[in-house]
């Protein structure tokens, strides 16, 4: 079927897929029959209303899928949509592993892509956590109290930087993992260095 917000630009991109061939084909069919622009972003298909990102066609080693960007404001009374992690707080996906799967859920996805048009006509956004909500491992509170200059420099740290370093520091089961993931950032933050800044 011809639509006219296809954009063939994307043609050449299906026709190289070695894998999720056929289900990329039926997925940029169902995203382009509700109405959304093709376009290229992030290096995955993507289709949007009136320049907003509705929906993404993503591929992995064991399925592809259908990432809605504000998926987290979805109803999902099917329950079909995924979180990909626990840090991920906006975006859902819809999974599959064959065309029959995306077949059987064809009329569901149509009314999730319709579902994400009116949130966006709404204008309606995630309520992201901040930085404050995230909790701080008290191994780095017990730092924080012995080197008042750690945490000063800590706090004077941008949020997403400050959010960076919480996330990895609280994600080791054992107390000592958490301790010498602190230990060896300690220099960085007292240079006022992000996670992933580099120290030149």
Same mark, same amino acid.
């Given at each position: 079927?011809?639509?006219?917000?296809?954009?063939?630009?994307?043609?050449?991109?299906?026709?190289?897929?070695?894998?999720?061939?056929?289900?990329?084909?039926?997925?940029?069919?169902?995203?382009?029959?509700?109405?959304?622009?093709?376009?290229?972003?992030?290096?995955?298909?993507?289709?949007?209303?009136?320049?907003?990102?509705?929906? &993404?066609?993503?591929? %992995?080693?064991?399925?592809? *899928? $259908?990432?809605?960007?504000?998926? @987290? #404001?979805?109803?999902?009374?099917?329950?079909?949509?995924?979180?990909?992690?626990?840090?991920?707080?906006?975006?859902?996906?819809?999974?599959?592993?064959?065309?029959?799967?995306?077949?059987?859920?064809?009329?569901?996805?149509?009314?999730?892509?319709?579902?994400?048009?009116?949130?966006?006509?709404?204008?309606?956004?995630?309520?992201?956590?901040?930085?404050?909500?995230?909790?701080?491992?008290?191994? &780095?509170?017990?730092? %924080?109290?012995?080197?008042? *200059? $750690?945490?000063?420099?800590?706090? @004077? #740290?941008?949020?997403?930087?400050?959010?960076?370093?919480?996330?990895?520091?609280?994600?080791?089961?054992?107390?000592?993992?958490?301790?010498?993931?602190?230990?060896?950032?300690?220099?960085?933050?007292?240079?006022?260095?992000?996670?992933?800044?580099?120290?030149?």
């Amino acid at each position: 079927m011809a639509y006219a917000n296809r954009n063939p630009k994307m043609d050449s991109y299906f026709n190289k897929l070695k894998k999720w061939k056929e289900e990329f084909a039926l997925l940029r069919e169902i995203a382009l029959g509700c109405g959304l622009t093709e376009d290229f972003k992030w290096m995955h298909p993507c289709y949007t209303f009136e320049d907003k990102n509705i929906v &993404l066609i993503h591929g %992995f080693k064991n399925y592809c *899928a $259908l990432l809605f960007p504000k998926g @987290a #404001l979805l109803k999902d009374p099917h329950g079909i949509l995924v979180r990909q992690t626990e840090k991920v707080q906006a975006a859902r996906q819809v999974r599959f592993t064959n065309v029959s799967e995306i077949l059987n859920l064809r009329s569901i996805l149509e009314a999730y892509i319709r579902e994400a048009v009116e949130i966006e006509k709404a204008g309606l956004k995630v309520e992201m956590k901040k930085v404050e909500d995230y909790p701080i491992p008290k191994e &780095l509170e017990k730092k %924080f109290a012995e080197l008042p *200059a $750690l945490k000063a420099a800590f706090e @004077a #740290l941008t949020p997403g930087r400050r959010k960076a370093y919480l996330l990895y520091f609280s994600e080791p089961k054992q107390s000592k993992t958490r301790e010498s993931r602190i230990e060896k950032y300690i220099p960085r933050i007292l240079d006022g260095l992000g996670l992933y800044d580099r120290g030149d």
